[in-house]
């Protein structure tokens, strides 16, 4: 199993966005925090070869309690391990992890065949990828 964890607000993958004179682009934060994600894999993993079987990938993105939130709401947040339901979702967060890790973690993300995707509060914004290969 893989298992590492990229620092930071977790982001979803954009959508492209298209010119006027029609040409489709890549939103700049996007491309940079798919950077990112690879940057990390590779610097904890340098001599991982790509899995070429079916992945089970975990994804749980935390996300730092808000400063604003009254100490009463964040000792409730803190002992019950409330989940995150305010943007980005779920489906773009996944999206962006593994389009990042194709080539690099496996040959292709359509070899992920379960994955799962969990929001959550935490002390620091971050989030932690388990890869395994499973056949």
């Known amino acids: ?14 959508r492209p966005r298209v010119t006027r004179k029609g040409f489709a682009y890549t939103p700049r934060k996007t491309v940079n925090y798919e950077s990112l994600i690879r940057y990390t894999f590779q610097s904890k993993f340098p001599n991982h070869k790509p899995f070429e079987g079916i992945v089970k990938a975990t994804i749980t993105a935390i996300y730092e309690i808000p ?3 009254t100490k009463k709401k964040i000792n409730e947040i803190k002992e019950h391990n409330y989940l995150y339901n ?4 779920c489906d773009n967060i996944a999206k ?5 890790l194709n080539g690099i973690a496996y040959r292709d993300d359509a070899q992920v065949a379960i994955l799962n ?7 620091q914004a971050k989030i932690i990828v ?3 290969e499973i056949s």
């Open 67 to 69: 400063k604003s939130y």
């Open 130 to 132: 388990k890869l395994k």
């Open 86 to 89: 305010h943007k980005s979702d």
């Open 96 to 100: 962006i992890v593994l389009d990042s």
């Open 117 to 123: 995707v969990c929001k959550l509060y935490g002390e």
């Open 1 to 14: 199993m893989i298992e590492f964890e990229i620092l930071g607000k977790p982001l979803g993958k954009a």
